[in-house]
């Protein structure tokens, strides 16, 4: 499908338009518009386009993703199945990408959009995650592989957060421009998820240098891309044994090996190497011993929202790929997209897909709202620990840590069905090379797995819906504000009834043995998520009537419409499962 990926999706439209709270995230994220001032007073060429107000800072966003969604919808989706087709080369430890991919990158590149997430300062953007999500959602609807290729450039994003002067200075014009990437190093062939016990060993010289020696697995982009080398952002140990030594490293990949690179079932243009680190040069990221538990943990949470968004764009792809066919395809005399099972599926994919962009964008503006009102906090002067007790600021740290790891399990799981529903539309031409959408199932099947796998991801949500969903609690009370948003009182009754039911399933699920808990707490999650979800898209309904869309109004009526049969078939399963499982 050619065209552009942000003029044609008019949901994504709506999102940006009239559901991300801008008005809170754009002062918090310019710190009340400092870099105006700045270039009102200094003239620094580095600011001229810096915003004076919400108003502009929203019309810039829109102007980006105007620019992306050409470039997404006519250059990369164009070119997507002839990249894939030629592939990845590996030889001698060098990787060969597409032309196209290159050609790509330099037109991103020189359009200013390559670097989203850092300051003006360093020549980015500084697009709040919820602008960022939408850049990702288009790059990944017209090509997945590329979507990540465009992302390890904004790992520059944790350079500027936690490197130092030096290595800021030294490290990010060169991403701004092209002429470096990035790749973070945690995987290790024995330890995925177990990353407290990696054997990957950093040495503190008598120089003051580090050097490291190991092997990392399943690094992206871990050989940069092209003759462009990539700064990797490596974790290793450097004290004793379990998280506390481990420390954050930034090593350039022309001081490592990479050994191969994998043959996977989809993202084909998208390298995974096997990396070895032989007495490798490495710069000292923030503090020793904070490696995992601080500058790891915040860089896997920024991938985990990147794959969730990932994940709606692949969704997405594949749901406008089955209507698409649908709508072309005549049998028994007439558009299969006729038929009443088909028009079911249609509209319960295009529902799900919906669902999808609305956790993406919400998740993303608490996100924003955390990170905005720490820093702003801090930049007051306020001491870290009192940061961390302000109420507001709490708040959407726990409503963070929940919705992060809840967004990627949801999205994940969620797009590997849209695809492969999707594909069912086909028959047996979708198991062909012949439409798209085989490429769209294959590169659907990692987003589960990658930064984590779902069961992760459920273990990292249950304990604050425990906690949360109780009366009074984080979870309950903000699901309870939502509710009020909503003007049709049936609904709204109906969601306040399934608030308490889920406080009820906690109960359930807390008075469970161990083993039964461990069992179950999938389905606790589940039932948090399809509720709350629901509940956001009456509220965009709800947006879109007060605001007077029409047209956007009716298509949302529907949509939840559709949704509600898919959130009671899921809260039924769900709590059948919870009352009844006992191993």
Not at 260 to 271: A, D
Request: proline letters at 2%; charged letters at 25%; aromatic letters at 8%.
């Amino acid at each position: 499908i050619i065209s552009n990926y942000y003029e044609d999706n008019q949901d994504l439209q709506f999102i940006l338009k009239h559901y991300v709270n801008w008005d809170k995230i754009v002062p918090l994220k310019e710190h009340n518009f400092q870099d105006a001032r700045r270039y009102k007073e200094t003239g620094d060429s580095r600011f001229e386009f810096a915003p004076a107000n919400v108003a502009e800072a929203v019309e810039a966003y829109e102007a980006a993703h105007h620019q992306v969604g050409e470039i997404a919808g006519k250059e990369l989706a164009a070119s997507a199945r002839a990249m894939e087709k030629h592939g990845l080369k590996f030889s001698k430890g060098k990787v060969t990408f597409p032309p196209d991919t290159l050609r790509i990158v330099d037109l991103i590149t020189q359009s200013g959009l390559l670097l989203y997430s850092t300051h003006r300062e360093w020549g980015g953007l500084h697009m709040p995650y919820a602008a960022q999500m939408a850049v990702l959602e288009m790059l990944s609807r017209a090509d997945a592989a590329f979507g990540i290729t465009v992302g390890c450039f904004n790992l520059a994003d944790v350079i500027e957060r936690f490197g130092n002067e030096e290595m800021k200075k030294k490290y990010l014009p060169k991403m701004h421009s092209g002429e470096m990437t990035g790749a973070m190093a945690l995987t290790e062939p024995n330890y995925g998820s177990d990353l407290s016990n990696i054997l990957t060993r950093a040495v503190k010289q008598e120089d003051g240098t580090w050097r490291i020696n190991g092997t990392k697995r399943f690094i992206t982009h871990g050989c940069g891309i092209g003759d462009r080398p990539a700064a990797i952002l490596t974790l290793a140990r450097s004290g004793g044994d379990g998280a506390r030594g481990l420390s954050f490293f930034l090593v350039e990949s022309t001081d490592i090996q990479v050994a191969r690179i994998e043959e996977k079932l989809g993202l084909h243009t998208s390298p995974t190497c096997e990396i070895i680190y032989e007495n490798s040069k490495a710069l000292l990221i923030g503090e020793e011993g904070r490696g995992l538990v601080k500058y790891a943990m915040e860089m896997m949470n920024g991938a985990r929202l990147g794959i969730a968004v990932q994940a709606l764009g692949i969704a997405y792809a594949a749901y406008c790929e089955g209507k698409k066919y649908a709508e072309e395809r005549v049998q028994f005399g007439g558009p299969i997209a006729n038929l009443p099972p088909v028009a079911r599926s249609l509209r319960e994919m295009n529902a799900i897909v919906q669902a999808m962009r609305a956790l993406v964008y919400r998740t993303a503006e608490i996100v924003d709202l955390y990170d905005g009102l720490t820093t702003k906090h801090l930049a007051e002067g306020v001491d870290e620990k009192a940061v961390r007790k302000i109420e507001e600021v709490q708040r959407y740290d726990k409503l963070a840590k929940l919705l992060t790891p809840a967004a990627k399990y949801y999205c994940s799981e969620l797009c590997n069905k849209v695809a492969y529903d999707a594909l069912q539309l086909f028959g047996g031409s979708g198991y062909t090379e012949e439409y798209d959408i085989a490429k769209i199932y294959r590169d659907a099947r990692i987003t589960t797995i990658y930064e984590g796998t779902s069961n992760m991801q459920v273990l990292a949500a249950i304990g604050p819906i425990v906690e949360g969903a109780r009366d009074g609690g984080t979870v309950n009370t903000y699901l309870l504000q939502l509710c009020d948003r909503i003007g049709n009182a049936q609904v709204a009754e109906e969601f306040r009834r399934e608030v308490k039911n889920l406080t009820e399933m906690v109960t359930i699920y807390k008075d469970k043995v161990k083993e039964v808990k461990e069992a179950i707490s999938m389905e606790v999650v589940n039932y948090f998520i399809y509720l709350f979800t629901a509940i956001l898209l009456a509220e965009q309904l709800q947006i879109a009537i007060d605001k007077k869309i029409a047209d956007v109004a009716a298509e949302k009526q529907t949509t939840l419409n559709s949704y509600l049969y898919v959130m009671r078939r899921q809260l039924a399963a769900s709590g059948t499962m919870i009352r009844n499982y006992h191993g």
